[in-house]
């Protein structure tokens, strides 16, 4: 009964969200009509959660930096995804799922709706228009940029964002979605990547990387026997509802993949293995964070269910519900560990771009190479079985490759690009201007200014009591007075 209202409730929505196309000639609803109308509702919802992750990046990103750079960080957000939009529309769509060759796509470009339909063979029989295809997969790049950019966070100039995150998406995500799920070379090959660990997360974070690197870390990170010092982000609780967020959306990244409601409901199983693999990384970094340093840390644990996300996305269609407890505790534990290690390498990465959306990443593709099930595999019609379920080392063997190639084309067309920029412009504000803060440098006002003015004001026209030392303007030395 429950089935059946629902199913009629669908309907009605479908009905009335597309009308045009929801009639048949008589006037009624023909079943595949409807299919289509369905497909599309369930396709546009799943969309908007992904759109949706852009507000959890904003509020993870300002949370995790100082006040002075905090409306830098989360307005650079909306740059990026409108950047996206525009640059996707333009050549993006067209480079990863136009019809081409095994490397990119080469049809398609200044997307102009369904009517392109014969420029795009991988989606002429999935069901779902065109137009709502394109919006989906804007979201999945969208996504990969605001991670790219996250590692650059309270040093890059906001021009770097523009040039660069153009540049991301016309030459580099692209390129690496149409390898996977456009027709290209790893498609063929059978590499199982559902919803983005290599393509969304491993892209981006490897990009994060490179401009990590050529950015070099903030001012005061490291002393000068290499040794990091800690910089708290200004306002834990933004990050933790940043985490949230992006966790509901998650929902629409992995689940809206299947790009239909109907059938067996094999949406609501990816569901279960995402939420169980978040939950996991969850308590395993915290408890692994309480074990090392004797302290439960928060950030850790956030980092944690995030990495989790970041590793089941690609397996969530190929493993048991047991298995994706097991991946996601193993991302969040390497999380923890491979940030304290960059840290001390010398790696100034704010957000743990690589550590989070990297390793998990890479760890995520490899894990289908060990736990995809044949009777999954069979299921979604990619790839074949992982080492554990008798599948040898084939599909593992997919999966390596499809993780070396990837992380090495990323970061070399990033070094190069970025490097290039870095010599023609420069990627850094100078060092008056990183001390200030972004906020006050480049956009000339404060993401708090309450609170920022009373910190630049003379030491005699702060109220309250103790023993403060401020320099001229934003530069504050010492203050042993909460402020």
Known sequence: MKKKW????????????????AFAAEGEITAPVLEIGLNSLFVFVAAMLVFFMQAGFALLEAGTVRMKNAGHVAGKTVLTLGISVIVWWAVGFGFAFGDGNSFLG????????????????????????LNLMFLFQMAFAAVSLAIACGGMAERAKLSVYIIFGALFLTIIYPIVAHWVWGGGWLGSLGMQDYAGST?????????????????????????????????????QVLTVLGVIILWIGWFGFNPGSALTPLGDGFFGYVLMTTNLAAAAGAVAALLISWAVMGKSDIPSMLNGVLAALVAITGSCAFVEAWASIVIGAVAGVLTFFTARWFERAGLDDPIYAFSVHGIAGVWGAISTGLFATPELADKTGVGTAGLFYGGGLGQLGVQLLGVIGTFAFVLAISFLLLGGMKWLMGLRVTEEEEMMGLDISEHGTYGYPEQMNILNQPVSAV?????????????????????
Request: hydrophobic content about 40%; cysteine-free; overall charge positive.
């Open 6 to 21: 629902l199913f009629g409730l669908f309907s009605a929505i479908a009905a009335f969200a597309f009308p045009v196309s």
């Open 199 to 235: 393509v969304v997360h491993l892209t981006g974070a490897t990009a994060a990387l490179a401009a990590t690197i050529l950015l070099k870390p903030r001012l005061g990170k490291y002393n000068k026997d290499g040794k990091p010092n800690s910089i708290p982000g200004h306002n």
């Open 463 to 483: 109220p309250g009591t103790g023993t403060k030392t401020v320099t001229d303007g934003p530069r504050i030395v010492k203050s042993d007075t909460a402020l």
């Open 106 to 129: 080469t049809t398609g470009f200044l997307f102009g709706g369904d009517q392109a339909i014969g420029s795009f063979g991988v989606f002429s029989e999935i069901g779902v228009p």
